[in-house]
């Protein structure tokens, strides 16, 4: 007992040692990284006046910075993936509905959406935009199906949109978004073929925007009802993050002034402990070692989902984060945990004490009183998801989540992270902005708070919404492992061969459309090649919920 006394101590006294030299190296690097970026700053503000000069009207401008660092891309494409089904009751051309639509929205009104218009390019180390390179004809097509059946099985669409996310973008890669539409209806139970469900694709790169802005953005573009549509679009997200109230009294001003003076003080010290925090997660962090962190990612991907029926465990994740003291993310991630711990089980492998997660953070919510705008407003930290623990107790689980979630809340990386994506991305050239690459983790997670049940175009009812957030690979060269780079050809554009990073393959999405769960999982094939053993992984997740509930006592 004293031995373990000591070494607690000893472990402690060691820490706060090694955080101290970080923080001095930190303070003393800042004064050469503001030398540095001012010079980027200069250098992207020449070659942003040569593009100009070069191409004239149908320059777009260099990338946002929140928009360049998803611009770097090696064997696996930042595609943000979204699949729903519309119900249509008539024998319209659906794909013909959709173009009209957005024909209307985006093509006549190019100004409104300039991205939707445009095409990437790089040169001289900046990622730019070129105006009014696509056409509707570009965007928006039918799935090719090779099949003679009346009506499509969720077997078969999860094989067909696994295929189709593996498949560069139009314009060779160049355009930033596409829509495939489903010629062939889902096979619905006999009493619902009334209004048959046609499956829609919407696949947009990363740099468009973030899931939140482009499923916003798809919802209200699509609508006929916009009024309807604002008031209940992400109205739970809205009513979580009202402001305190100001009731004029002398309490609330002291709150509030408290309030600033903090904040201050927490910006001061993440602006000094940057340059640490940035090397740590790109370069000093230690590798995470289990089955699910390979090396060597293939760039094909599987994509499956699950979907809750009943709208029955949102309102049971909500009673149990108010039992036990717990946020609505955590309750969830703990039942992505016992998932992950279980598959390990399942399939033999050794399961790690903790999973490294890029865990998406939502800055800020989509104005509901004005258009739809296409950005990418959020910042990423990494969180050390517990796998095996020592006791099959979910509230144990679920209490080394929270601990792991509050020593992230009390870090600065949040914060550094997104001033980076925010305001320096854009102006550190391609070449240096590929090292900024979280290659520790094992996986992302992205949660996005969803809206009420819509309807779109000629009132057709929107089910199922899915959509499957990218992933990080490696390609060519590891600074673990040495692999000669491929020679590059013309389809490869936009992507960097040169060199990757070992980094995550795995990516879970959550969205609680119509009050209900809406699962997807994207895992590269290097790490799991079986759709079925995917499949375990996101049933899994229901099934953790329910454990969590009886082992409280919480009922439906």
Not at 55 to 63: A, E, N, R, S, V
Not at 158 to 180: D, G, M, T
Not at 491 to 510: H, L, N, T
Not at 522 to 544: C, E, M, P, R
């Amino acid at each position: 007992m004293e031995k373990q006394k000591t070494n607690r101590i000893f472990l402690y006294y060691t820490r706060g040692f090694i955080l101290g030299i970080f923080y001095c190296l930190s303070c003393m690097s800042l004064p050469l990284i503001i030398i540095i970026m001012a010079i980027f700053m200069v250098l992207k503000q020449i070659v942003e006046m040569i593009l100009m000069l070069k191409y004239k009207d149908t320059f777009g401008g260099i990338l946002d910075s929140a928009d360049a660092i998803w611009a770097v891309e090696d064997v696996s494409k930042t595609v943000i993936n979204i699949v729903f089904q519309i119900n249509v009751n008539t024998s319209q051309n659906l794909a013909q509905q959709i173009k009209t639509k957005f024909f209307e929205k985006v093509f006549q009104h190019p100004e409104s959406f300039p991205k939707l218009t445009s095409i990437r390019r790089r040169e001289m180390g900046f990622n730019f935009l070129m105006k009014n390179q696509v056409t509707i004809e570009d965007c928006i097509s039918s799935f090719d199906f090779n099949i003679k059946n009346e009506y499509l099985s969720e077997t078969t669409l999860n094989e067909v949109i696994s295929e189709y996310s593996n498949r560069p973008l139009p314009k060779q890669n160049s355009a930033l978004w596409e829509i495939i539409v489903s010629p062939i209806p889902m096979d619905m139970k006999q009493n619902e073929k009334e209004a048959r469900s046609f499956p829609v694709m919407l696949r947009c790169c990363h740099i468009v925007g973030d899931g939140l802005a482009i499923t916003n953005f798809l919802l209200r573009t699509l609508s006929n009802n916009c009024h309807e549509l604002n008031i209940n679009i992400f109205q739970n997200a809205v009513r979580s993050n009202k402001p305190i109230s100001n009731n004029g009294t002398f309490f609330c001003y002291r709150i509030k002034l408290k309030s600033l003076l903090k904040s201050i003080s927490n910006n001061i010290v993440s602006i000094f402990m940057a340059p640490a925090v940035i090397l740590y997660e790109t370069h000093l962090r230690k590798y995470d070692s289990n089955a699910l962190h390979n090396s060597q990612l293939s760039g094909d991907k599987i994509l499956v989902s699950a979907v809750e029926r009943e709208k029955q465990l949102i309102p049971l994740v909500k009673k149990i984060k108010n039992a036990i003291g717990a946020t609505f993310s955590e309750v969830v991630l703990t039942a992505v945990s016992g998932s992950l711990s279980e598959y390990f089980e399942h399939t033999s492998n050794i399961a790690p004490n903790f999973a490294t997660t890029v865990l998406t953070i939502l800055m800020s919510l989509p104005s509901l009183d004005e258009k739809p705008v296409l950005q990418n407003q959020f910042s990423v930290a990494l969180l050390d998801l517990p796998v095996l623990v020592e006791s099959n107790s979910m509230i144990e689980r679920l209490q080394t989540v929270i601990d792991q979630m509050d020593k992230l809340r009390k870090s600065p990386e949040t914060q550094i992270n997104y001033w980076v994506f925010k305001w320096f991305s854009g102006i550190i050239p391609h070449p240096v902005l590929r090292l900024l690459n979280m290659s520790a983790a094992t996986m992302s997670f992205s949660s996005v708070p969803g809206p009420q049940k819509v309807s779109i175009l000629e009132g057709y009812g929107v089910e199922n919404v899915i959509f499957y957030t990218p992933h990080r690979g490696t390609t060519a060269f590891s600074h673990e492992i040495g692999v000669l780079p491929r020679r590059r050809e013309s389809r490869d554009i936009g992507k960097d061969q040169s060199v990757a990073w070992v980094c995550r393959g795995v990516g879970f999405s959550i969205l609680t459309y119509d009050d209900r769960f809406q699962i997807g999982l994207t895992v590269d094939k290097a790490i799991i090649s079986s759709t079925h053993k995917a499949q375990l992984i996101v049933d899994g997740i229901f099934k953790h919920i329910n454990l969590l509930a009886e082992e409280l006592s919480i009922t439906h």
